[in-house]
Structures are given as structure tokens and as C-alpha cells.
């Protein structure tokens, strides 16, 4: 019996081009890339392809290229006679034989030097590997590359082959960012509250205050879904079990101390003397000094308070109460 494909959430037109596209080339017997920023879930759509496949019935190996060094990444993939090396003691199937009949996940695709990216060529062009020390040997594999990496971009540099590219890229599957997908994060975000309820083993998920909704919405989810898991499940876990998720604790290092970060012009660490300050100024100054930081930010992004938020590390909420503090509010977005 097949195996049902890894489920997956959402019901933006962005996402469901995504499952038509995979669906239409899962059954194809030919290598592909999967292209999304970091937390798309990559991986995840690479499952789906191989599991929609002719393929389903035979292994899915998946190997992270950006975990192991050269050598050992060589070594991974491809294997190893016992006495090819120092240390090498026995023979170790690599992950391209193990992968035999079935598909091959490379994630981080673009991190494989131009050596590994050589022998994978040549597994994808002509079905054959060596194992270190070894002799060819006829492999049928099918490969998925992903990558958050402009390959073409890295391919005309000469950082990644144009040949291997041209050999993964007979159909490229572009994953959309969850800020593309908006209408999915509050499908998402119940999803994985009512993961950690149980993990919590709570009665019941009472729901989101709508300024915690109004979070979700509003933030910009640059780590994507795994991002948006993250939050969720942090600020379910410190919520009252019984009352509304009331926020959402985006940034975890919020309230954590941090060591201060030397300047590079200071000449030693003592510190210089400071200029005095009248009796009763400090607070003024300190007003003054945080008005012009967030009226120069501003005007830098246009008004437009969101970027601002992000481009000085703050929540947009925090934005919001710091412009009201200091009679910024009225400026136009």
C-alpha cells in the first residue's frame, strides 16, 4: 500500500500552485531543485515529490551537504573501500548506492565543492559512482537539490558547475515565503498551538486574543514556517493554560542579557571619561538622544513604521509605543 505523501498546510493560491507543480512532476523520472528560503520546508516538498513518484516503494536518503566537510561529504555519498584511506577499516556503503532504485535529497546544495559537484555530475549524467578506492559502479538514482542560493547566479561566477545546473534543473520548484501566504499563518500557527497543547498535555486550545493575531499578521516571518512554529509553540507554552495565547513571544533573546560589543574605535578598554551633565538633564538628554534615533529611522524608511520596526531590531508593537512616548505617532506611513 502507498504511503500517504507528508501533509501539508495551507490554502493561499501561492501554496496550492506549489502542490500542483509538484504534483505534475513527481511521476517524472527526472532530477529537479527545490528553491525557498530557510524554513519553507524544503524538505518537506521533497518528500512529497519522491512519495507521488514511481519511486514511492524504494528509499528516500536525504544528506545535508552544508553539515559535513569535503572529504567527509565525499566519503558520505559516495563511500568507501576498507583500506582507502587512514582509518577507513571497512567498507562503507555510500548514500547515492543507499538511495539505489529510490530518490536522493541533497539539501544545501550549493554548499558541495567543485570535486563532490564533479562525481555527482556523473551519477546524474550517466547513472555511475565510485566508491573511494573502488571501481565504477551503475547506480539508479533520482536526485532533488535544494538550496536558499541563486545557483545561476554562483554557476556564472564558476562557484557551482553550469553543467550540474543545467543536469538538476530540468524543472525548478520555487516555495513562496509565509509573507507571500499570508492567509496560511493563522491556519499554521492553530496548527502547531494544538501540537504543543498536547505535547502539554492541556485540555484544550482557548484560541488567540486578536493582539496576538494581529502579531502574527504583522510580522514578517524571515525564518518562515520554522520561525512561525518556534513562536507559536514558545508563547503557548508560557500562556495561561486555560485563557487566550495573549502574545506572541517573537524574540526569544528579548529579556536575555547580552554582553556589550566592544566599539572598534575605543583604544583600550577603559572607559573614557564622560561629559558631565547638569543636575536633572540626564532624562532630557536621553529623550532627545532616542526622539532623533527614531525620527532619523524613520525618515530613512519612508515612514513606513513596519520597516522601521525591522530595521532598528525592535517589535513593531514596541515601534508603535515608542513613537507614542516620544509624539511621533501622527507621522505619515
Same mark, same amino acid.
Given at each position: 500500500m502507498q504511503p500517504n505523501p507528508p501533509s501539508l498546510l495551507g490554502e493561499s493560491p501561492a501554496f496550492h500552485a506549489v502542490l500542483a507543480h509538484v504534483s505534475r512532476v513527481a511521476p517524472l523520472e527526472r532530477p529537479l531543485l527545490v528553491i525557498g528560503e530557510r524554513g519553507t520546508g524544503k524538505e518537506l516538498i521533497a518528500a512529497r515529490l519522491h512519495y507521488l513518484s514511481r519511486r514511492w516503494d524504494r528509499p528516500f536518503v536525504k544528506v545535508n551537504c552544508a553539515a559535513l566537510a569535503e572529504s567527509l561529504l565525499d566519503s558520505e555519498l559516495f563511500g568507501h573501500e576498507a583500506g582507502a584511506f587512514t582509518g577507513a577499516i571497512r567498507r562503507q556503503i555510500g548514500r547515492v548506492e543507499q538511495a539505489d532504485g529510490g530518490t536522493l535529497f541533497l539539501d544545501e546544495i550549493a554548499t558541495a565543492s567543485a570535486a563532490v559537484q564533479e562525481k555527482l555530475l556523473r551519477a546524474?549524467?550517466?547513472?555511475?559512482?565510485?566508491?573511494?578506492?573502488?571501481?565504477?559502479?551503475?547506480?539508479?538514482?533520482?536526485?532533488?537539490?535544494?538550496?536558499?542560493?541563486?545557483?545561476?547566479?554562483?554557476?556564472?561566477?564558476?562557484?557551482?558547475?553550469?553543467?550540474?545546473?543545467?543536469?538538476?534543473?530540468?524543472?525548478?520548484?520555487?516555495?513562496?515565503?509565509?509573507?507571500?501566504?499570508?492567509?496560511?499563518?493563522?491556519?499554521?500557527?492553530?496548527?502547531?498551538?494544538?501540537?504543543?497543547?498536547?505535547?502539554?498535555?492541556?485540555?484544550?486550545?482557548?484560541?488567540?486574543?486578536?493582539?496576538?493575531?494581529?502579531?502574527?499578521?504583522?510580522?514578517?516571518?524571515?525564518?518562515?514556517?520554522?520561525?512561525?512554529?518556534?513562536?507559536?509553540?514558545? #508563547?503557548?507554552?508560557?500562556?495561561?493554560?486555560?485563557?487566550?495565547?495573549?502574545?506572541?513571544?517573537?524574540?526569544?533573546?528579548?529579556?536575555?542579557?547580552?554582553?556589550?560589543?566592544?566599539?572598534?574605535?575605543?583604544? #583600550?578598554p577603559v572607559a573614557e571619561e564622560a561629559p558631565p551633565v547638569a543636575a536633572g538633564d540626564f532624562q532630557e538628554q536621553v529623550r532627545r538622544f532616542e526622539s532623533g534615533l527614531l525620527e532619523t529611522a524613520l525618515e530613512r524608511n519612508r515612514f513606513n513604521q513596519r520597516q522601521t520596526a525591522e530595521a532598528l531590531g525592535l517589535g513593531y508593537h514596541q515601534l508603535r509605543g515608542l513613537l507614542k512616548k516620544h509624539g511621533l505617532i501622527g507621522r505619515p506611513e
Open positions: 546524474v549524467e550517466y547513472g555511475e559512482i565510485e566508491r573511494v578506492g573502488g571501481r565504477t559502479q551503475t547506480v539508479d538514482v533520482r536526485v532533488i537539490g535544494a538550496t536558499n542560493a541563486d545557483l545561476p547566479a554562483l554557476a556564472e561566477t564558476g562557484r557551482f558547475r553550469a553543467d550540474l545546473l543545467d543536469r538538476l534543473a530540468f524543472d525548478v520548484v520555487t516555495l513562496p515565503p509565509l509573507r507571500a501566504r499570508r492567509e496560511d499563518i493563522p491556519i499554521l500557527a492553530e496548527h502547531f498551538a494544538l501540537g504543543m497543547v498536547r505535547e502539554l498535555e492541556r485540555a484544550l486550545f482557548p484560541g488567540f486574543a486578536p493582539r496576538a493575531l494581529e502579531q502574527l499578521l504583522d510580522h514578517g516571518w524571515p525564518g518562515n514556517v520554522r520561525e512561525l512554529r518556534n513562536a507559536v509553540e514558545r #508563547s503557548v507554552a508560557a500562556s495561561d493554560p486555560e485563557g487566550l495565547v495573549e502574545e506572541i513571544l517573537l524574540d526569544p533573546f528579548a529579556s536575555a542579557w547580552r554582553p556589550a560589543a566592544p566599539t572598534a574605535s575605543a583604544p #583600550s
